[in-house]
Protein backbone atom coordinates (compact mmCIF):
# COMPACT_ATOMS: atom_id res chain seq x y z
CA UNK A 1 0.00 0.00 0.00
CA UNK A 2 2.75 2.67 1.00
CA UNK A 3 4.43 1.86 -2.42
CA UNK A 4 0.94 2.41 -4.31
CA UNK A 5 0.28 5.69 -2.45
CA UNK A 6 4.21 6.58 -3.20
CA UNK A 7 3.44 5.78 -6.99
CA UNK A 8 -0.15 7.72 -6.91
CA UNK A 9 1.16 10.82 -5.04
CA UNK A 10 4.27 11.13 -7.75
CA UNK A 11 1.61 10.83 -10.79
CA UNK A 12 -0.75 13.57 -9.34
CA UNK A 13 2.60 15.71 -8.61
CA UNK A 14 3.74 15.54 -12.16
CA UNK A 15 0.54 16.93 -13.33
CA UNK A 16 -0.08 19.56 -10.70
CA UNK A 17 0.08 23.11 -11.86
CA UNK A 18 2.58 24.72 -9.87
CA UNK A 19 0.56 27.86 -9.98
CA UNK A 20 -2.50 26.20 -7.91
CA UNK A 21 -3.44 27.62 -4.75
CA UNK A 22 -3.04 24.41 -2.74
CA UNK A 23 0.23 23.33 -4.90
CA UNK A 24 1.78 19.79 -3.26
CA UNK A 25 -0.47 20.08 -0.19
CA UNK A 26 -1.41 16.72 0.70
CA UNK A 27 -5.02 16.65 1.66
CA UNK A 28 -6.54 13.10 2.87
CA UNK A 29 -10.18 12.08 1.34
CA UNK A 30 -13.02 9.83 3.54
CA UNK A 31 -13.44 6.45 2.08
CA UNK A 32 -17.36 7.82 1.18
CA UNK A 33 -16.32 10.23 -1.01
CA UNK A 34 -15.42 8.90 -4.95
CA UNK A 35 -11.72 9.23 -6.18
CA UNK A 36 -9.82 7.79 -9.21
CA UNK A 37 -6.62 7.05 -7.46
CA UNK A 38 -8.22 5.06 -5.01
CA UNK A 39 -10.89 2.23 -3.81
CA UNK A 40 -14.22 3.72 -2.14
CA UNK A 41 -15.73 1.34 0.64
CA UNK A 42 -17.50 3.45 2.59
CA UNK A 43 -16.69 1.67 5.06
CA UNK A 44 -18.36 -1.85 4.26
CA UNK A 45 -17.90 -5.30 2.88
CA UNK A 46 -20.75 -4.33 0.06
CA UNK A 47 -18.33 -1.77 -1.43
CA UNK A 48 -15.33 -3.77 -0.84
CA UNK A 49 -12.90 -2.89 -3.44
CA UNK A 50 -14.85 -0.66 -5.73
CA UNK A 51 -13.09 2.15 -7.43
CA UNK A 52 -14.91 4.80 -8.90
CA UNK A 53 -15.05 5.68 -12.75
CA UNK A 54 -15.00 9.67 -11.92
CA UNK A 55 -13.52 11.75 -8.85
CA UNK A 56 -15.99 13.51 -6.93
CA UNK A 57 -16.70 17.31 -7.61
CA UNK A 58 -14.67 18.41 -4.32
CA UNK A 59 -11.66 15.87 -5.55
CA UNK A 60 -11.55 16.92 -8.63
CA UNK A 61 -11.38 20.79 -7.85
CA UNK A 62 -8.57 19.61 -4.76
CA UNK A 63 -6.46 18.46 -7.91
CA UNK A 64 -7.40 21.38 -10.31
CA UNK A 65 -5.94 23.73 -7.12
CA UNK A 66 -2.57 21.60 -7.23
CA UNK A 67 -3.37 19.19 -4.05
CA UNK A 68 -2.36 16.05 -3.51
CA UNK A 69 -4.82 13.10 -2.68
CA UNK A 70 -2.58 11.44 0.28
CA UNK A 71 -5.21 8.42 0.73
CA UNK A 72 -8.24 7.63 2.07
CA UNK A 73 -9.61 7.44 5.17
CA UNK A 74 -11.82 5.21 7.89
CA UNK A 75 -14.87 6.28 8.29
CA UNK A 76 -17.84 4.50 9.95
CA UNK A 77 -19.93 2.57 7.40
CA UNK A 78 -21.66 4.93 5.18
CA UNK A 79 -20.71 6.89 7.74
CA UNK A 80 -23.32 6.22 10.28
CA UNK A 81 -21.66 6.45 13.58
CA UNK A 82 -20.13 8.76 16.37
CA UNK A 83 -16.66 6.81 17.38
CA UNK A 84 -15.28 5.26 13.82
CA UNK A 85 -15.97 2.15 15.52
CA UNK A 86 -18.91 0.70 12.82
CA UNK A 87 -16.47 0.17 10.01
CA UNK A 88 -16.08 -3.15 8.09
CA UNK A 89 -12.23 -2.26 8.03
CA UNK A 90 -11.60 -2.07 11.95
CA UNK A 91 -12.04 0.62 14.18
CA UNK A 92 -9.70 3.60 14.04
CA UNK A 93 -7.81 4.81 17.07
CA UNK A 94 -7.70 7.98 18.82
CA UNK A 95 -4.38 10.09 18.15
CA UNK A 96 -3.01 10.63 21.48
CA UNK A 97 -4.92 7.93 23.60
CA UNK A 98 -5.08 4.68 21.63
CA UNK A 99 -7.82 3.05 23.96
CA UNK A 100 -10.48 6.09 22.78
CA UNK A 101 -12.58 6.67 20.00
CA UNK A 102 -11.45 9.58 17.65
CA UNK A 103 -15.03 10.28 16.83
CA UNK A 104 -16.74 9.84 13.66
CA UNK A 105 -17.98 9.52 11.28
CA UNK A 106 -14.92 11.40 10.07
CA UNK A 107 -12.93 9.66 12.95
CA UNK A 108 -10.15 8.57 10.39
CA UNK A 109 -9.77 11.90 8.93
CA UNK A 110 -9.77 13.69 12.41
CA UNK A 111 -7.30 11.33 13.61
CA UNK A 112 -4.59 11.56 10.26
CA UNK A 113 -4.78 15.42 10.42
CA UNK A 114 -4.28 15.76 14.32
CA UNK A 115 -1.31 12.83 13.82
CA UNK A 116 -0.07 15.54 11.31
CA UNK A 117 0.42 13.14 8.56
CA UNK A 118 -1.58 15.61 6.71
CA UNK A 119 -2.19 19.37 7.18
CA UNK A 120 -6.05 18.94 5.95
CA UNK A 121 -8.70 16.10 4.94
CA UNK A 122 -12.02 16.01 3.70
CA UNK A 123 -14.95 14.75 5.71
CA UNK A 124 -18.45 14.44 5.41
CA UNK A 125 -21.04 15.70 7.81
CA UNK A 126 -25.19 14.32 8.17
CA UNK A 127 -25.65 14.76 11.97
CA UNK A 128 -21.66 16.36 12.58
CA UNK A 129 -19.30 13.91 11.15
CA UNK A 130 -17.24 16.67 10.96
CA UNK A 131 -17.07 18.65 13.59
CA UNK A 132 -17.47 15.78 16.68
CA UNK A 133 -14.58 14.00 15.86
CA UNK A 134 -12.54 17.33 14.92
CA UNK A 135 -13.47 18.53 19.03
CA UNK A 136 -12.29 15.32 20.32
CA UNK A 137 -9.15 14.81 17.86
CA UNK A 138 -7.80 18.76 19.17
CA UNK A 139 -8.09 19.57 15.15
CA UNK A 140 -10.60 22.07 13.58
CA UNK A 141 -13.52 21.29 11.31
CA UNK A 142 -15.77 23.30 9.11
CA UNK A 143 -19.19 21.95 7.97
CA UNK A 144 -20.73 24.48 5.40
CA UNK A 145 -23.91 25.49 4.82
CA UNK A 146 -26.17 23.01 2.67
CA UNK A 147 -25.39 24.02 -0.83
CA UNK A 148 -22.07 25.37 -0.78
CA UNK A 149 -20.05 22.53 -1.21
CA UNK A 150 -21.28 20.02 -3.59
CA UNK A 151 -22.31 16.90 -3.42
CA UNK A 152 -21.79 15.46 -6.37
CA UNK A 153 -19.50 11.94 -5.35
CA UNK A 154 -19.73 12.00 -1.96
CA UNK A 155 -22.24 8.61 -1.19
CA UNK A 156 -25.56 9.26 0.00
CA UNK A 157 -26.63 8.66 3.68
CA UNK A 158 -29.16 11.31 4.36
CA UNK A 159 -29.55 13.98 1.48
CA UNK A 160 -31.25 16.64 2.37
CA UNK A 161 -28.64 16.55 5.28
CA UNK A 162 -25.66 15.46 3.99
CA UNK A 163 -22.50 17.68 3.42
CA UNK A 164 -18.96 17.58 2.51
CA UNK A 165 -16.63 19.39 4.96
CA UNK A 166 -12.95 19.98 6.14
CA UNK A 167 -10.54 19.46 9.01
CA UNK A 168 -7.80 20.95 9.55
CA UNK A 169 -4.77 21.53 11.95
CA UNK A 170 -5.74 25.25 12.03
CA UNK A 171 -8.56 27.19 10.53
CA UNK A 172 -6.09 28.89 8.22
CA UNK A 173 -5.59 25.11 6.88
CA UNK A 174 -9.32 23.99 6.52
CA UNK A 175 -10.35 27.52 5.44
CA UNK A 176 -7.96 27.07 2.60
CA UNK A 177 -9.49 23.97 1.16
CA UNK A 178 -13.03 24.94 1.92
CA UNK A 179 -12.32 28.00 -0.70
CA UNK A 180 -10.85 25.87 -2.86
CA UNK A 181 -14.01 22.79 -2.71
CA UNK A 182 -16.83 25.58 -2.46
CA UNK A 183 -19.11 26.89 -5.64
CA UNK A 184 -21.51 26.03 -8.13
CA UNK A 185 -21.69 22.42 -9.73
CA UNK A 186 -23.76 21.70 -12.55
CA UNK A 187 -23.88 18.30 -12.02
CA UNK A 188 -25.62 19.09 -8.50
CA UNK A 189 -28.90 20.22 -8.47
CA UNK A 190 -28.58 21.45 -4.21
CA UNK A 191 -25.33 22.85 -5.02
CA UNK A 192 -26.00 26.75 -5.05
CA UNK A 193 -25.41 28.59 -7.89
CA UNK A 194 -22.81 30.97 -5.62
CA UNK A 195 -19.05 31.61 -6.21
CA UNK A 196 -16.11 29.92 -4.24
CA UNK A 197 -16.21 30.88 -0.53
CA UNK A 198 -13.68 34.03 -0.09
CA UNK A 199 -11.70 33.75 2.77
CA UNK A 200 -11.73 36.88 5.22
CA UNK A 201 -9.12 38.66 6.94
CA UNK A 202 -7.67 37.79 10.25
CA UNK A 203 -9.10 40.49 12.33
CA UNK A 204 -7.62 42.52 15.10
CA UNK A 205 -9.99 42.46 17.32
CA UNK A 206 -14.58 41.24 17.00
CA UNK A 207 -15.65 44.58 17.72
CA UNK A 208 -19.24 45.02 16.60
CA UNK A 209 -20.27 41.15 16.35
CA UNK A 210 -22.79 39.80 18.81
CA UNK A 211 -22.58 36.36 19.46
CA UNK A 212 -25.98 34.48 20.93
CA UNK A 213 -25.17 31.61 24.04
CA UNK A 214 -27.87 29.50 23.67
CA UNK A 215 -28.99 28.39 27.07
CA UNK A 216 -30.43 25.54 25.90
CA UNK A 217 -26.76 23.93 25.11
CA UNK A 218 -25.60 24.45 28.86
CA UNK A 219 -27.72 22.12 30.84
CA UNK A 220 -26.96 21.43 34.33
CA UNK A 221 -25.54 18.32 33.78
CA UNK A 222 -23.08 19.39 31.23
CA UNK A 223 -19.57 17.98 32.05
CA UNK A 224 -17.96 20.41 34.54
CA UNK A 225 -14.57 20.33 32.49
CA UNK A 226 -16.39 20.95 29.23
CA UNK A 227 -18.79 23.95 30.96
CA UNK A 228 -14.98 25.56 32.22
CA UNK A 229 -13.38 25.49 29.17
CA UNK A 230 -16.33 27.27 27.42
CA UNK A 231 -17.06 29.88 29.88
CA UNK A 232 -13.10 31.05 29.34
CA UNK A 233 -13.74 30.62 25.72
CA UNK A 234 -16.64 33.10 25.88
CA UNK A 235 -14.82 35.25 28.62
CA UNK A 236 -11.89 35.78 25.47
CA UNK A 237 -14.43 36.41 22.84
CA UNK A 238 -15.97 39.46 25.38
CA UNK A 239 -12.04 40.15 25.51
CA UNK A 240 -11.68 40.46 21.88
CA UNK A 241 -14.35 42.82 21.66
CA UNK A 242 -17.62 40.83 21.10
CA UNK A 243 -21.12 41.56 22.94
CA UNK A 244 -21.61 37.73 24.45
CA UNK A 245 -25.95 37.54 25.41
CA UNK A 246 -27.74 34.11 26.73
CA UNK A 247 -30.47 33.22 23.95
CA UNK A 248 -32.98 30.73 23.23
CA UNK A 249 -33.68 27.75 20.78
CA UNK A 250 -36.87 26.19 22.48
CA UNK A 251 -36.78 23.42 20.09
CA UNK A 252 -32.82 22.48 20.64
CA UNK A 253 -34.74 19.24 23.16
CA UNK A 254 -36.39 17.32 20.11
CA UNK A 255 -33.30 17.73 17.48
CA UNK A 256 -31.97 14.48 18.24
CA UNK A 257 -35.53 12.24 18.22
CA UNK A 258 -35.57 13.98 14.78
CA UNK A 259 -32.72 13.75 13.59
CA UNK A 260 -32.59 10.12 14.03
CA UNK A 261 -36.03 10.07 12.37
CA UNK A 262 -35.67 11.84 9.35
CA UNK A 263 -31.46 10.48 8.79
CA UNK A 264 -32.87 6.74 9.03
CA UNK A 265 -35.85 7.36 6.56
CA UNK A 266 -33.56 8.97 4.18
CA UNK A 267 -30.64 5.98 4.40
CA UNK A 268 -33.51 3.57 3.79
CA UNK A 269 -33.90 4.75 0.57
CA UNK A 270 -30.43 5.87 -0.45
CA UNK A 271 -28.98 2.18 0.42
CA UNK A 272 -31.98 0.37 -1.08
CA UNK A 273 -29.87 -0.04 -4.22
CA UNK A 274 -27.70 -1.99 -2.70
CA UNK A 275 -29.26 -5.47 -3.44
CA UNK A 276 -27.15 -7.67 -5.38
CA UNK A 277 -28.84 -7.76 -7.99
CA UNK A 278 -29.21 -4.26 -9.82
CA UNK A 279 -26.08 -2.93 -7.83
CA UNK A 280 -23.62 -3.95 -5.77
CA UNK A 281 -21.37 -7.43 -4.93
CA UNK A 282 -24.13 -10.67 -4.73
CA UNK A 283 -23.15 -12.49 -1.40
CA UNK A 284 -25.42 -15.67 -2.37
CA UNK A 285 -25.30 -17.39 -5.57
CA UNK A 286 -29.80 -18.27 -5.26
CA UNK A 287 -32.00 -17.80 -7.81
CA UNK A 288 -34.59 -16.69 -5.32
CA UNK A 289 -34.21 -12.86 -5.22
CA UNK A 290 -35.64 -12.68 -1.44
CA UNK A 291 -33.23 -14.89 -0.50
CA UNK A 292 -30.59 -13.21 -2.77
CA UNK A 293 -31.79 -9.85 -0.84
CA UNK A 294 -31.69 -11.44 2.59
CA UNK A 295 -28.37 -12.48 2.33
CA UNK A 296 -26.77 -9.51 0.29
CA UNK A 297 -27.87 -6.94 2.42
CA UNK A 298 -27.35 -8.93 5.88
CA UNK A 299 -24.18 -10.32 5.48
CA UNK A 300 -23.12 -7.15 3.15
CA UNK A 301 -24.39 -4.27 5.77
CA UNK A 302 -22.71 -3.99 9.34
CA UNK A 303 -24.88 -3.96 12.34
CA UNK A 304 -25.40 0.02 12.78
CA UNK A 305 -26.59 0.35 8.96
CA UNK A 306 -29.23 -2.70 9.42
CA UNK A 307 -30.98 -1.19 12.25
CA UNK A 308 -31.06 2.40 10.91
CA UNK A 309 -32.55 0.97 7.69
CA UNK A 310 -35.15 -0.85 9.71
CA UNK A 311 -35.82 2.06 11.76
CA UNK A 312 -35.77 4.31 8.58
CA UNK A 313 -38.13 1.81 6.70
CA UNK A 314 -40.02 1.59 10.20
CA UNK A 315 -40.92 5.31 9.98
CA UNK A 316 -41.95 5.71 6.50
CA UNK A 317 -44.25 2.62 6.35
CA UNK A 318 -47.87 3.13 6.06
CA UNK A 319 -49.38 4.11 9.16
CA UNK A 320 -46.30 5.02 10.87
CA UNK A 321 -45.46 7.85 8.13
CA UNK A 322 -47.66 10.62 10.04
CA UNK A 323 -47.14 10.05 13.40
CA UNK A 324 -43.17 9.51 12.84
CA UNK A 325 -41.54 10.69 9.70
CA UNK A 326 -43.90 14.12 8.84
CA UNK A 327 -43.67 14.95 12.73
CA UNK A 328 -39.99 15.25 12.43
CA UNK A 329 -40.26 17.35 9.53
CA UNK A 330 -42.35 20.03 11.27
CA UNK A 331 -40.23 19.71 14.23
CA UNK A 332 -37.38 20.26 11.69
CA UNK A 333 -39.13 23.17 10.18
CA UNK A 334 -39.56 24.58 13.76
CA UNK A 335 -35.72 24.47 14.77
CA UNK A 336 -34.57 25.95 12.34
CA UNK A 337 -37.33 28.65 12.63
CA UNK A 338 -35.29 28.78 15.93
CA UNK A 339 -32.60 29.68 14.59
CA UNK A 340 -33.82 32.12 11.93
CA UNK A 341 -35.75 34.21 15.03
CA UNK A 342 -32.38 34.50 17.41
CA UNK A 343 -30.32 35.92 13.74
CA UNK A 344 -33.22 38.03 12.88
CA UNK A 345 -32.81 39.76 16.50
CA UNK A 346 -29.44 41.02 15.48
CA UNK A 347 -27.41 38.09 16.38
CA UNK A 348 -23.90 36.95 14.44
CA UNK A 349 -23.11 33.66 15.29
CA UNK A 350 -23.92 31.12 17.99
CA UNK A 351 -21.15 29.76 20.63
CA UNK A 352 -21.80 26.40 22.02
CA UNK A 353 -20.13 23.36 22.88
CA UNK A 354 -18.82 20.37 20.54
CA UNK A 355 -19.62 17.94 22.57
CA UNK A 356 -20.96 16.92 25.65
CA UNK A 357 -17.58 15.27 26.38
CA UNK A 358 -13.80 14.59 25.45
CA UNK A 359 -13.20 11.15 23.73
CA UNK A 360 -14.81 8.28 25.42
CA UNK A 361 -13.31 4.66 25.56
CA UNK A 362 -13.57 2.38 22.66
CA UNK A 363 -16.59 -0.59 23.22
CA UNK A 364 -17.76 2.49 25.82
CA UNK A 365 -21.03 2.73 23.88
CA UNK A 366 -21.33 0.46 20.98
CA UNK A 367 -24.22 -1.81 22.96
CA UNK A 368 -25.65 1.60 24.18
CA UNK A 369 -26.69 3.37 20.46
CA UNK A 370 -28.90 6.04 22.06
CA UNK A 371 -25.65 7.15 24.39
CA UNK A 372 -23.86 7.00 21.17
CA UNK A 373 -26.17 9.15 19.24
CA UNK A 374 -26.26 11.70 22.33
CA UNK A 375 -22.55 12.18 21.04
CA UNK A 376 -23.86 14.62 18.23
CA UNK A 377 -26.34 16.72 20.66
CA UNK A 378 -24.91 19.82 19.80
CA UNK A 379 -24.18 19.33 16.24
CA UNK A 380 -27.36 17.65 14.85
CA UNK A 381 -29.46 21.22 15.18
CA UNK A 382 -26.81 23.12 12.31
CA UNK A 383 -26.92 20.13 9.75
CA UNK A 384 -31.14 20.11 10.43
CA UNK A 385 -31.40 23.77 9.91
CA UNK A 386 -28.24 23.65 6.78
CA UNK A 387 -26.18 25.95 8.70
CA UNK A 388 -22.41 26.59 9.05
CA UNK A 389 -20.93 25.73 11.82
CA UNK A 390 -17.16 25.22 13.03
CA UNK A 391 -15.37 23.44 16.04
CA UNK A 392 -12.00 25.09 17.24
CA UNK A 393 -9.82 23.51 19.71
CA UNK A 394 -10.70 25.44 23.48
CA UNK A 395 -8.86 23.34 25.66
CA UNK A 396 -7.88 19.93 27.00
CA UNK A 397 -9.59 17.48 29.71
CA UNK A 398 -6.87 15.49 31.54
CA UNK A 399 -4.97 15.77 28.17
CA UNK A 400 -8.09 14.84 25.80
CA UNK A 401 -8.58 18.13 23.35
CA UNK A 402 -12.28 19.41 23.87
CA UNK A 403 -13.85 21.83 21.06
CA UNK A 404 -15.73 25.07 21.05
CA UNK A 405 -18.86 25.09 18.44
CA UNK A 406 -19.54 29.15 16.16
CA UNK A 407 -22.65 28.08 14.14
CA UNK A 408 -23.10 31.19 11.49
CA UNK A 409 -25.70 32.47 9.36
CA UNK A 410 -26.83 30.29 5.81
CA UNK A 411 -24.04 31.25 3.18
CA UNK A 412 -21.83 33.76 6.04
CA UNK A 413 -19.22 31.55 6.66
CA UNK A 414 -16.66 34.42 6.23
CA UNK A 415 -18.26 36.18 9.05
CA UNK A 416 -18.00 32.60 11.00
CA UNK A 417 -14.30 32.17 10.05
CA UNK A 418 -13.30 35.66 11.23
CA UNK A 419 -14.68 34.92 14.44
CA UNK A 420 -12.84 31.31 14.29
CA UNK A 421 -9.40 32.86 13.71
CA UNK A 422 -9.68 35.33 16.78
CA UNK A 423 -11.11 32.34 19.13
CA UNK A 424 -7.84 30.33 17.79
CA UNK A 425 -5.44 32.98 18.53
CA UNK A 426 -6.76 34.15 21.85
CA UNK A 427 -7.73 30.63 23.73
CA UNK A 428 -5.17 28.64 25.12
CA UNK A 429 -5.81 25.18 23.57
CA UNK A 430 -3.08 22.87 24.90
CA UNK A 431 -3.70 24.15 28.19
CA UNK A 432 -6.46 21.78 30.91
CA UNK A 433 -9.66 23.34 31.40
Not at 22 to 34: E, R, S
Not at 388 to 402: D, E, Q, W
Amino acid sequence: PIKELRKSLAAQASTAHPSGVLYGMPVAVKDNICTLEFTTSCGSKILEGYRSPYDATAAAKLKAAGALIAGKTNCDEFGMGSSTEHSAYGRTLHPFDKTRVPGGSSGGSAALVAAGAVPAALGSETGGSVRQPASLCGVVGIKPTYGRVSRYGLVAFGSSLDQIGVLGRSVHDAARVLSVISGRDPKDSTCEDRDSLRLPNVPESLQGFVIGVPKEYFPQDLDAAVRRACDRAIRLLRELGAAVREVSLPHTAYAVATYYIIAPAEASSNLARYDGARYGPRFNGSEDVRALYRTTRGDGFGPEVRRRVLVGTYVLSSGYYDAYYRKAQQMRALIAQDFRNVFDRGVDLLFTPTTPTPAFKAGEKLNDPVAMYLSDIFTVTANLAGLPAISVPIGRIKGLPIGGQLIGQAFLEDEMLEAAYALERAVPAAEEA
